[in-house]
Each structure stands twice: as structure tokens, then as C-alpha cells.
């Protein structure tokens, strides 16, 4: 499982922030998509299981699913009191990989524990220094977003743009919101790529934030290959991150060529010919006869070139760019992309967890986006 990754629970349902399913509809702009593709239609009841060859697509069950997917990280972990008037929905301590577990195996290596001295991160007592994450009721590491509320800077991105490991003050977009003098809409998705923020863009964002309060988009690119997808998960619609396979993590793809994509060969078609007319029993015979092997190891081979090629990476990045500029270009809104190499100011400079840039690299970035925004926003 991935360091982001943290199995579904009962908590899910408990601690869920959002608005009901009837909220959503189709964006105006993606009903062409419907007109010209077969996807049947678009409600918000529950998915139709009675009329076979007709798939009905539920916007209610996908943001709800991206909000469990969004949440997952700290369902489980101790909450700070807020105020009545606070602008944010919980307040955690621990963040993945900024976990007090890692934190406390980071402080059995004496070498590791002198630096995090070093770099501020444990108080002379030993205990962590103080980092909260304040997130909002979806998720983010943002205020609330509200129709009514102030101008902002929406930044996107991964755990990098999220912060994990340091103080919301010494992330690069708090400190590009604070030299604008406008409010931080952090969007920073930890552990996933843009596809899943292009969707958001797409679908979700008009119906939770106003788009006219976006002042500015601020990209910091994810490493590339991630993609996440629905699926499902005891009867309902969920979302699964495919770059957490367990052999992606492995030095399997790095040590070995992946099997070549051949299509069924005239001995297979032979033997297990699947026609359209086929029902369900028919094809059942026909996997339980020998076909479930040779579909499964088909399956699996496009799933590796589809997960592990650096064209199809490629793609889906150029899909998920495209997807937030059109945003930007729909609401005139100016767009800054920036890539995630590291600029770190000195030779260390990393967060509490030790894994991800500390704040000197966050003050380089926040400097590169700043000059890229003056042109706009002064």
C-alpha cells in the first residue's frame, strides 16, 4: 500500500463533509460530451442495475467517492479543538507521511535525530516540534470554500503543494497567497497525480467554489505516472490509486522488459471463440474451460503498458494539463504551471517527515511563482 494509502472504514460515512448527491448535476460545458457519446443518462439516484447495456452515470456517488479518497488520511487521527468561528472543518497533528510512527522511528537513528535537531523539527526535549494541518470539510488543506468568499490563489499539485511535513506558513502557497494579500485555496492532492485534480476542475469546482474568487491557478507539477480510478467496493462506487501496485513499488519494472502486448493467438480463438451473441452462461463455460487464463494474462499485460510506459504517462499528463487550462480559459483566469524539481536552497532542507522539501525550497518556489504572477496580479 502506499504511503498515502489507508484501507476504507466505517469512519468514512461518519466523518464525511459535503453536500448530498442532489447537489450535482452536469457542468453546461460537458453536456456536448453526452450529446455525442454513448454514456446514457447523467442522475442522481443510485447506479442501474435493472436494464443491461445501459450504464448510468451518478455525479452524487463520484464526488463522494473522491471525498473518501481525499479524507482517508485522517480519519483516524486525533482532532484539535477548533473554534466556533474557525474557517475549517478538523485539525490533525500527523499527516502521511508526516506520521508520529515515522516520526518516532526517524528519532532511533542518532544521525537522523541530530539533523532533525538541526533542522528544527524536535524541541530539546525530544518531543516533535508543533505542526497542525487545518483542513477543510472535503479534505483540503484549505479554508472552507464559500460563494461569499474572499479572492484567492488556488494552487494544484500533490503532497508537495499540500505541505506534508511543514507549518501551512511555510508552504509556497501560503506565502504566494500572503504577497498577493489573498486567501490560499490549496487544492494539493498528496500521493496522486493531476488526472484526479483535472476531474475535480471539470466536474466539481462551480459547484463549491465560486470561479470568479480564483484570482490566479498555480500548477506544481506531480512526478509523473500517477492515475486514479473508479471502481467498485462493497456495492459502491469508490476510487483506487492504480500507482500503488505492489510491483510498481518493486524493482520488478526497473530489472526487466515488460511482455510484449500480443493479441490472442489463432490457437486461442480456436478453442474459445467469443461471439456477441454469447450470454452470460456461455462465457462463463468458456473461462471456467481455460479462457480465465489467457484473459487474465492479457488483461495484466495491458495493464502494465498502460501504467508503466512513459508515452501512456505522457498522455494522460497532456490530457490533465489541457483539462485545467481549458478551466482557465473558460473563467479568464491566468494559469502559472511549474515543474517539481527540487530548488533547495541548501545542501539540507527537508520537512519534519525527512522525505519531502523543507521550507528554504518552499521560499525558492514560492519566489519562482511570484515573479511568474506579477504580470497578472500587479
Known amino acids: 500500500m502506499s504511503k498515502y494509502g489507508r484501507k476504507l472504514s466505517s469512519l468514512f460515512e461518519e466523518n464525511l463533509g459535503g453536500y448530498s448527491k442532489s447537489f450535482y448535476e452536469i457542468p453546461k460545458h460537458l ?9 446514457g443518462k447523467i442522475h442522481i439516484q443510485k447506479i442501474s442495475q435493472e436494464s443491461p447495456g445501459h450504464y448510468d452515470i451518478d455525479i452524487g456517488s463520484m464526488r463522494h467517492a473522491m471525498n473518501l479518497c481525499l479524507q482517508g488520511y485522517h480519519l483516524n487521527e486525533d482532532t484539535n479543538e477548533l473554534t466556533k468561528d474557525s474557517k475549517y472543518s478538523k485539525s490533525v497533528n500527523w499527516f502521511p507521511t508526516d506520521s508520529r510512527e515515522h516520526y518516532e ?15 528544527g523539527w524536535v524541541n530539546n526535549d525530544g518531543t516533535p516540534a508543533e505542526l497542525t494541518y487545518n483542513l477543510n470539510k472535503h479534505g483540503f488543506r484549505s479554508v472552507e470554500f464559500e460563494k461569499e468568499g474572499r479572492p484567492g490563489i488556488l494552487t494544484l499539485g500533490c503532497s508537495f503543494a499540500f505541505g506534508v511535513g511543514l507549518k501551512n506558513n511555510q508552504t509556497f502557497a501560503q506565502k504566494v497567497a500572503n504577497h498577493f494579500e489573498l486567501e490560499n485555496y490549496n487544492l494539493g492532492m498528496p500521493g496522486r497525480g493531476l488526472d484526479l485534480t483535472a476531474l475535480y476542475l471539470s466536474l466539481f469546482i462551480e459547484k463549491e ?26 456495492g459502491h462506487l469508490r476510487m483506487t490509486d492504480l500507482h500503488n501496485d505492489i510491483m510498481a513499488e518493486s524493482n520488478f519494472y526497473t530489472d526487466n522488459h515488460l511482455r510484449e502486448l500480443e493479441s490472442y493467438d489463432s490457437t486461442v480463438a480456436e478453442a474459445f471463440k467469443l461471439y456477441e451473441t454469447d450470454d452470460k452462461d456461455v462465457i462463463q463455460n468458456k473461462l471456467d474451460s481455460g479462457l480465465q487464463g489467457y484473459v487474465d494474462n492479457y488483461r495484466s499485460k495491458l495493464y502494465e503498458h498502460n501504467m508503466q510506459t512513459q508515452e501512456n504517462n505522457f498522455k494522460r499528463d497532456i490530457l490533465a494539463t489541457n483539462t485545467i487550462k481549458l478551466f482557465c480559459l473558460e473563467h479568464n483566469i491566468p494559469l502559472v504551471i511549474k515543474q517539481s524539481t527540487a530548488r533547495i536552497a541548501t545542501a539540507i532542507d527537508f520537512a519534519r517527515d525527512m522525505m519531502h522539501f523543507g521550507p528554504k525550497t518552499h521560499s525558492n ?14
Open 365 to 378: 518556489i514560492a519566489k519562482d511563482i511570484i515573479a511568474a504572477l506579477n504580470i497578472y496580479l500587479t
Open 31 to 39: 453536456e456536448q460530451v453526452l450529446e455525442n457519446a454513448n454514456f
Open 209 to 234: 467554489l465560486d470561479p470568479s474568487l480564483i484570482k490566479a491557478v498555480v500548477v506544481y507539477t506531480p512526478p509523473p505516472g500517477r492515475e486514479t480510478m473508479f471502481n467498485y467496493h462493497s
Open 105 to 119: 522511528n526517524n528519532m532511533q537513528d542518532s544521525d537522523m535525530k541530530s539533523l532533525m535537531h538541526k533542522l
